[in-house]
């Protein structure tokens, strides 16, 4: 890997670049002259195949010449930051009020280089956004400070230091803690677990984890940012008790860098391939873990009371419920039979609280959802949900949607408790390319309410890599990463999906 680099000039390298707008509009439309509703059939004919739940972009930006693997929004402002292949990162910011369906040319507010290598994670810091965080398969880590003199329809930032502590970055997760504020999580391809705070003139360590033995592949904060969540290519499962809250409490001992620690030794815990996805429910008490076959993991995780999370207190119940001890493993489930990419639990129902529900997407294209009030039984699980593609990222819109992004280039909508149950709930798998009628139809009575097309699709090349959602009164907004250099701006009004822009 490349040593580190010195700082550049931050004059010389947060300037934006201006785009071409015929440019734009040839990329956005992809190599074909298809619309982008219609598809070929096997002997190449061009068949228009109509699909009446898909919607086009609104906007687009492309001033990235190669994949976008990463994808952040602020916390507070409709800004979003891209991190590329081509070793760079943006800034821009999204469209004012409602814009009609179209192809809206978005420019870039800045342009963040010194990485020389794919920029593969990135995110803004809680609660504020203060600090835009870079990070890629060079090791590096890059830190930037919003300029307090900068406005809100114009923020800019301003690099503070850069720091190679790993040969590279898998991910880049903020932590959500109130207490501790500008504080996040990465993990490194050597296994290791860094976790830092950030400051006007420097990054801070705070802790450094060393038990995983393989890269790390993926993690997760819980909802109170006080536990970490990791796991690895080899199997294991760490929960780190990143600011002693637990141990604290008496939930762990004082001294384990761990409040859990499994791993592929104990044959009840091992995934023969390894884990790629986890997620911690946001009743925080439950981990999932997703690996190679399929299969998924449910193990308890110590419960902290609120008060160590800055939140306000909850009265106690007058009947005890039993908790289980941290560590044990509740329930080994089946996604199918392909790598579990995503993991997403759905927040808490506003009425119904019992309601709940765990989603998981697969590398040959289909999800499960699983009923946590039912004993984690099946629900309903769609075949072909995303053609024969990996279900690459899954995200709860309130407690009624899931929304999915896959390798075939295509965002979905799904009525979680809408759609035919399990039995009847089985899509037909695409022919190779697109979605038919026939098959939107079947995905239907699975749950499907809205299909956003724009991507070119065809898996590697022109999937879906990441995407965020804005929430706001009137409309929902999704904005993606794509394989094809694109992000794609998609806009629903209230009543498809229950969200909006910040």
Same mark, same amino acid.
């Given at each position: 890997m490349a040593s580190l680099n010195p700082p550049a000039d931050p004059e010389e390298e947060d300037v934006p670049e201006a785009l071409d707008a015929d440019e734009a509009a040839e990329e956005i439309t992809g190599d074909s002259d298809v619309d982008?509703?219609?598809? /070929?059939?096997?002997? =190449?004919?061009?068949?228009?195949?109509?699909?009446? $739940?898909? #919607?086009?972009?609104?906007?687009?930006?492309?001033?990235?010449?190669?994949?976008?693997?990463?994808?952040?929004?602020?916390?507070?402002?409709?800004?979003? /930051?891209?991190?590329? =292949?081509?070793?760079?990162?943006?800034?821009?910011? $999204?469209? #004012?009020?409602?814009?009609?369906?179209?192809?809206?040319?978005l420019e870039p507010l800045q342009k963040f280089t010194g990485h020389t290598d794919s920029v593969t994670a990135l995110g803004f810091t809680y609660p504020s956004g203060s600090y835009l965080l870079t990070a890629g398969l060079d090791g590096q880590l890059r830190s930037y400070h919003l300029d307090p003199?900068?406005?809100?329809?114009?923020?800019?930032?301003?690099?503070i230091t850069s720091t190679t502590e790993v040969p590279e970055i898998n991910f880049l997760l903020p932590s959500p803690s109130p207490a501790h504020p500008d504080t996040f999580a990465l993990g490194a391809s050597d296994g290791s677990v860094w976790v830092y705070s950030c400051t006007p003139s420097s990054l801070d360590i705070q802790q450094a984890y060393y038990l995983h033995t393989a890269p790390v592949t993926a993690g997760a904060w819980s909802a109170d940012g006080l536990l970490l969540a990791t796991v690895c290519e080899e199997g294991s499962l760490y929960v780190w008790d990143v600011f002693s809250e637990a141990a604290a409490q008496g939930l762990v001992s004082s001294g384990g860098q761990a409040a859990v620690a499994l791993t592929a030794a104990d044959a009840r815990f091992a995934v023969d391939g390894g884990l790629y996805s986890v997620a911690i429910a946001p009743t925080q008490d439950i981990v999932a873990v997703g690996g190679?076959?399929?299969?998924?993991?449910?193990?308890s995780i110590p419960r902290l009371s609120s008060a160590a999370?800055?939140?306000p207190s909850k009265p106690k119940s007058k009947s005890k419920q039993k908790t289980p001890p941290a560590g044990q493993i509740l329930h080994t489930l089946s996604g199918g039979l392909s790598s579990i990419e995503t993991l997403a639990f759905s927040p808490p129902h506003p009425n119904l609280p019992a309601r709940r529900l765990?989603?998981?997407?697969?590398?040959?294209?289909s999800l499960c959802l699983f009923d946590a009030s039912q004993n984690f039984s099946l629900r309903r699980r769609v075949t072909g949900a995303h053609e024969e593609e990996a279900v690459v990222q899954l995200k709860f819109e309130g407690s009624e949607k899931l929304v999915s992004a896959g390798m075939d280039g295509v965002l979905r909508v799904w009525d979680l408790w809408g759609g035919t149950p399990t039995a009847a709930s089985t899509a037909a798998t695409a022919t190779a390319g697109g979605v038919g009628t026939a098959v939107v139809g079947e995905l239907e009575k699975s749950g499907l309410v809205r299909t956003y097309r724009g991507h070119r699709g065809d898996g590697e090349?022109?999937?879906?890599?990441?995407?965020?959602?804005?929430?706001?009164?009137?409309?929902?907004?999704?904005?993606?990463?794509?394989?094809?250099?694109?992000?794609?701006?998609?806009?629903?009004?209230?009543?498809?999906?229950?969200?909006?822009?910040?």
């Open positions: 982008m509703d219609s598809d /070929a059939d096997e002997d =190449g004919n061009d068949d228009l195949i109509s699909d009446p $739940l898909a #919607k086009q972009p609104i906007a687009h930006f492309d001033s990235h010449n190669d994949s976008i693997y990463s994808i952040a929004q602020h916390p507070t402002i409709p800004l979003i /930051a891209t991190g590329s =292949g081509d070793h760079t990162a943006y800034t821009f910011l $999204l469209p #004012k009020g409602s814009t009609p369906q179209g192809s809206e040319l003199s900068s406005t809100t329809t114009a923020p800019q930032y301003t690099l190679a076959g399929g299969v998924i993991k449910l193990v999370s800055g939140g765990l989603a998981s997407g697969s590398a040959d294209g090349g022109g999937g879906i890599l990441a995407f965020v959602l804005l929430k706001g009164e009137r409309v929902t907004r999704a904005v993606t990463a794509g394989d094809d250099g694109l992000a794609l701006v998609f806009e629903e009004a209230e009543g498809v999906v229950d969200a909006g822009e910040t």
